[in-house]
């Protein structure tokens, strides 16, 4: 069988004509007079953008979206204008009998995506320590998608696509039936924020002031060490501060390593994908890690993905914007959805402008509920002093429902978001603008609360993400009207902390202060609360807790968030030993990672492990990697869910 274009759900709006000018002018978005020029005259032939030559084959080898018992979309990207071909087999597939009966072929519509073609200072760009613009691909992008339905759940299905002169072959399983399945593993972590400088580029790598090492413990390799020689060093709170061995680009290549050995079911990216997400190369950097050149983990393993402010920020390509010109975080927030747009059965079928910015998806017995964090209302901004409330000091004590925030980001207002929306995208009105609220009466809030109480009355086990974390002792752990205050904290998200307590939500999974870290809340002291985590430790930052002066001048952490029961900076002490006459870290401290969620049929119930996953870098006597070790933070956490998907009173 045939399918001679995309499904009608997923065709474009009328009129809905891309206006890419601003990507073409790189640094700054269209002017007002490009406005009303179609895609051609703004952008440019494929050949006009970039002088590289466009490759046959794949640019994003296929990846999964949309999961279900019975249906699986395949994605994939190709530069040039040819359509892809997919064989599936397995069961319930084709007509006929014998084998026949177990394969179908499908055929894909390519469509060109001109937000996704490089800018000129993009193109222009130099990076210390590679060649100009080896980092570049093609000139063009051109999205393949195909929706595989009338699957058979909890079944393997083997599919090959055909691209030009290239193939790729991979497996996938459908989500069990709810009433027939034994385990699901589920990987998280956030804050990939990949780009081609990730590399070269090692972070920062913070150590606690108060409790940084074992009793037993050297100090760590000090300035002018053979350590600083190599890795180099920063500044943080006034300190000294290594930098990490690993390079992000090692980094997460280790991390993705024992990842697929753990061999989930599903795994969940909780924001910041892309170091801009309206920066091309960050882009290019990101599926080359998951459907790419060093690994095809989301070939095999669907990705569930949340926006993040970084996928609303264009990099060197103006950033956030202007008040005046806010087309960057427009552009960037798009071309995100022109890789991640989901459309199916767990949107908001009501607001279908959304385009997946939230959604649910269910997986047997588990249902992931998937929020966009990114902009809250009233717009609150620290520098301009426009603040929810009157400033206030200490921990979340003193935190209450008169002062707290609204907003999760100071850097756009939801008018000058939705005005630049309609001057990118020709033919629209401000009512099309695919930016939600996080507040209450919006229409994420109603969406989410109808979908936590449908899963609840099914008797779902509840997990859901987002990107900023509502519980932090991190940098963004302060709300914009605290004495210590963030312009992007992610305080507001507490607003949700009633709802979720009310519908038996199980965990929240976010990022954002890349740092791990676990809370438990439980806000009406019932024993039934929900373990909210910081998974910020994919390959980016390694940051440990908010430091703040005290009035002797020294630095200590502030520790806002009470409900914090455990971080890997302050709670996993680093033990160095001198091993062969150099300094080698032995154990502890913060390192890359993940976590690991096994949920375990018991019964009429269930049993839920999550288990904090760190990488643990192996050096030789030189510091060169020997190799990586899959270790487990000491904080494990088990705990029941009932025959409801109901976490049992603690």
Request: glycine share 10%; net charge negative.
């Amino acid at each position: 069988m045939t399918s001679p274009s995309l499904p009608a759900r997923r065709t474009r709006r009328a009129g809905r004509t891309l206006l890419a000018a601003a990507v073409v002018l790189g640094s700054v978005a269209a002017p007002a007079s490009a406005v009303g020029t179609t895609a051609a005259t703004a952008v440019g032939t494929p050949e006009q953008q970039a002088p590289q030559q466009s490759q046959d084959g794949f640019r994003v080898l296929p990846y999964l979206m949309e999961p279900t018992g019975d249906s699986m979309d395949l994605v994939w990207f190709s530069e040039l204008d040819v359509p892809g071909t997919v064989v599936v087999s397995g069961p319930g597939l084709g007509q006929g009998r014998g084998e026949a009966a177990q394969k179908a072929t499908f055929t894909s519509a390519p469509e060109y995506q001109p937000l996704l073609d490089y800018t000129q200072a993009e193109r222009d760009q130099s990076i210390p320590g590679l060649e100009q613009g080896s980092w570049l691909k093609g000139p063009a992008n051109h999205k393949h998608r195909v929706s595989l339905t009338g699957l058979k759940p909890d079944k393997t299905y083997t599919y090959t696509v055909t691209q030009g002169s290239e193939t790729h072959t991979a497996t996938f399983t459908t989500a069990p039936d709810k009433q027939s399945w034994d385990d699901i593993r589920i990987i998280a972590f956030s804050d990939t924020e990949t780009e081609p400088h990730g590399r070269t580029e090692h972070r920062e790598w913070e150590l606690s002031p108060v409790n940084g090492y074992t009793e037993d413990s050297e100090p760590r390799p000090g300035e002018g060490s053979a350590w600083d020689k190599l890795f180099g060093a920063t500044t943080r709170y006034g300190a000294f501060t290594l930098r990490y061995p690993l390079s992000q680009d090692t980094a997460l290549k280790e991390n993705l390593k024992h990842i697929e050995e753990a061999d989930p079911d599903l795994m969940l990216i909780a924001g910041d994908l892309a170091q801009g997400s309206g920066y091309q190369p960050a882009w290019d950097e990101f599926f080359g890690y998951f459907a790419g050149e060093n690994g095809d983990l989301a070939s095999r393993v669907p990705l569930l993905t949340a926006l993040g402010n970084w996928e609303t920020f264009a990099a060197l390509n103006g950033g956030y914007g202007t008040a005046e010109d806010q087309s960057p975080a427009v552009i960037s927030r798009n071309k995100y959805h022109a890789y991640f747009e989901r459309t199916g059965e767990g949107t908001d079928q009501d607001n279908p402008q959304y385009r997946g910015s939230y959604y649910r998806t269910d997986h047997g017995p588990v249902t992931v509920l998937t929020l966009d964090s990114t902009n809250g209302i009233p717009y609150e901004n620290t520098r301009t002093g426009t603040l929810s409330g009157e400033v206030f000091s200490g921990d979340d004590t003193q935190l209450t429902d008169e002062n707290l925030s609204t907003d999760t980001q100071g850097e756009f207002t939801e008018a000058d978001y939705d005005r630049a929306f309609t001057e990118v995208f020709e033919g629209t009105t401000e009512a099309d603008s695919d930016l939600p609220n996080v507040n209450e009466g919006t229409a994420q809030w109603d969406w989410a609360q109808e979908q936590l109480a449908d899963a609840r009355e099914k008797g779902q086990i509840v997990v859901v993400q987002f990107h900023h974390a509502a519980y932090s002792n991190g940098v963004h752990g302060t709300p914009p009207n605290h004495e210590h205050a963030d312009n992007q904290s992610g305080v507001a998200m507490r607003a949700y902390t009633a709802m979720f307590e009310e519908y038996g939500v199980a965990a929240v999974i976010s990022g954002h202060d890349e740092m791990f870290e676990r809370s438990w809340v439980d806000s009406d002291g019932d024993g039934r609360g929900f373990h909210s985590y910081d998974v910020g430790v994919a390959a980016d930052g390694l940051r440990g807790e908010q430091q703040v002066r005290s009035e002797d001048g020294a630095y200590e952490p502030l520790r806002f968030n009470t409900h914090s029961e455990w971080t890997a900076a302050a709670d996993e002490p680093e033990t160095w030993v001198e091993r062969d006459g150099v300094l080698q870290l032995h154990d502890g401290g913060l390192h890359y990672g993940h976590l690991q969620i096994d949920i375990s049929r018991t019964g009429r119930g269930a049993e839920i492990t999550m288990t904090p996953v760190y990488v643990f870098p192996i050096l030789d006597e030189d510091y060169g990697l020997e190799r990586t070790e899959r270790r487990v933070y000491d904080d494990v956490v088990t705990f029941a869910v009932d025959q409801d998907g109901l976490p049992v009173q603690r």
